[in-house]
């Protein structure tokens, strides 16, 4: 069965570098999103991107985040000066269609560490 | 701002037994609701999926319930399975949002044998 892949599965970056986070999303999907989860809470929802622009975004996703789909088949997730708290597991996931009838798949996440 | 609650963290049951879990949403303008099976050092996966015009779909073991009046889902697996511990998300999409998934705080089933 097709899945989403997610590299790496473990970043440790110093506060204040730049990390990118990469995801392969499954091959037919038109729809891709973020999402993180902070140790201990929900997950929550980034941005979504179709078309090659994004589609939503939520308040979490500031300037210091940028999206992009530089090829047709990675979809990265930039934080441009990391901070303490962006710590997290962040998930990538696509879907074929946007409405909750054409669910999302998630990768296995790449859990983020900032010291 | 919890659109979608699960007020249950942790819930277990014996194999072969039913398990329930139970999911709570305040927008009525939800239009799916989508549960996720989460284990550790692994993303959610799909699991079952219902449209706000339904009251019920089943697949397997697995049914979700919905009433919109109380706004209330629950998810039921029968006959539960020890491979069916893990963490269970409810989650819903639409209210005026493009597709992005809305989460509860997830609800850990443990199966004992």
């Known amino acids: 069965e097709p899945e989403v892949t997610q590299t790496p599965s473990h970043q440790v970056t110093q506060m204040g570098q730049e990390v990118i986070l990469r995801c392969v999303p499954i091959?037919?999907?038109?729809?891709f999103y973020w999402y993180r989860q902070i140790l201990g809470q929900k997950v929550e929802f980034l941005v979504s991107f179709y078309n090659n622009e994004i589609s939503e975004k939520s308040e979490i996703f500031d300037d210091q985040f940028s999206v992009e789909r530089p090829d047709g088949s990675n979809f990265t997730l930039k934080i441009r000066s990391t901070k303490l708290e962006d710590s997290a597991m962040y998930f990538c996931a696509s879907s074929a269609g946007w409405k909750g009838n054409q669910p999302q798949h998630f990768g296995d996440g790449t859990r983020l560490s900032i010291l | 701002d919890q659109q979608v609650k699960q007020n249950s963290p942790s819930l277990s049951v014996q194999e072969g037994r039913i398990s329930i879990l139970n999911c709570d949403y305040t927008?009525?303008?939800?239009?799916?609701f989508l549960w996720y099976k989460k284990y550790p050092a692994e993303g959610p996966t799909f699991l079952i999926s219902?449209?706000?015009?339904?009251d019920k779909n089943e697949d397997g073991r697995f049914t979700v319930f919905l009433n919109k009046s109380a706004k209330h889902l629950s998810l039921h697996i029968v006959p539960s399975q020890p491979g069916d511990s893990a963490v269970y998300f409810c989650a819903a999409s639409g209210g005026g949002s493009q597709g992005n998934l809305i989460f509860g705080k997830g609800t850990k089933l443990s199966v004992k044998p």
């Open positions: 219902i449209s706000s015009i339904k």
């Open positions: 091959s037919n999907h038109l729809y």
């Open positions: 927008n009525s303008m939800f239009d799916y």
